[in-house]
């Protein structure tokens, strides 16, 4: 009972607004898998046949003329053998390690096969959505996480979100710990950080981080000049336009989601992967929030065979997240809802 409490929980924090939710149900990892990758390449070539030794030559009668060097008889050249009509298609890279070597695949001298890349985000840019809200300068933010629905759920931990902005930059700091039951076996928090610029177009992540008991993991650095995001530990790929992190993506939506808009890709980095996911917006509807009804704007992100994340954004209060649910490949669930909204504690105040 103890390891399945905590490791729900695990699953259920790894998310943040949204974005700790992501990471249910893969352990701690958001499912952005790149594509089976081959561990080595392929090769194939043509044994050459053996050569068939010419017959003897004919026996030749002497003669009274001059004698004239003789030609020798050319060898018979071998019949080639048959070939099949076309060549197979290349199987996918997944069945390719299990498939029997092939005999006559290519000539010895073609370049090995390479295994496909990952997706990189390298490619036409995208248009450019723009901001149609603003955030406040300066908020905090309490979240309930509750894994599963209904009677089946049940409150794992709080999150508390600190929102600052200035001058064209913005800080966002999460930081979530265990309550209830899930304190008996859970502890210490877990704390998330994205920072970067704001304007017209929403957010734009520069660096972002997890940190879990005061150890700094999965950091993601984003070099919009360059176009390029390094994640820990690996080589840069292509950063596609608007692309956030798992912090940042929700209050992104926040700022730029509107009803009537056509579906749209948005990229998005847990620190370890990268991938583009499907939004939509789907209209609103009315969300509980503390006891009070909100009519809120629901959108939902989905990417094929990883599940969903639906978003309810309050646009009566510049579309903050006001409720998140997330549904992994493996059908859990699990809701992040909003408790309350703060002004920060003012420091340095003389009153």
Known sequence: MARKVKRTLLAAVALSLAVHLLLLGYAGRFGFTPGAELDFPIEASLAPLEPVPPPPPPRRHRVQAAPTAEQPVPAPVPEPAPASESLPEAPPAATLADAAPAQAAAPAETAPAQAEAPDTGDGPARPIRAAVRNLADAFVARYSVQTGEGSSGFVAGRATYIWQSRDGHYTLVSTLEATGLASLFISGRIVQVSEGALDGAGLHPTQYHLQRNERKQDVARFNWSQKRLTLEDRPSIG?????????????????????????????????????????????????????????????????????????????????????????????????????????????????
């Open 239 to 351: 950063l596609t336009e608007q692309a956030q992190d798992l912090l940042s993506f929700p209050f992104h939506l926040a700022m730029t989601a509107r009803e009537g808009e056509p579906d749209f890709q948005l990229g998005v980095t847990n620190g370890r992967k990268f991938n583009d996911f499907t939004f939509r917006v789907l209209g609103r509807e009315t969300v509980e929030v503390a006891g009070t009804p909100v009519d809120a704007l629901h959108v939902r992100g989905e990417k094929a065979g990883e599940g969903s994340l639906d978003v309810w954004l309050d646009t009566a209060r510049a579309g903050l997240p006001v409720r998140v649910r997330t549904l992994d490949r493996k059908g859990k669930v699990a809701v992040m809802q909003l408790l309350g909204v703060d002004a920060p504690a003012r420091q340095g105040s003389g009153d």
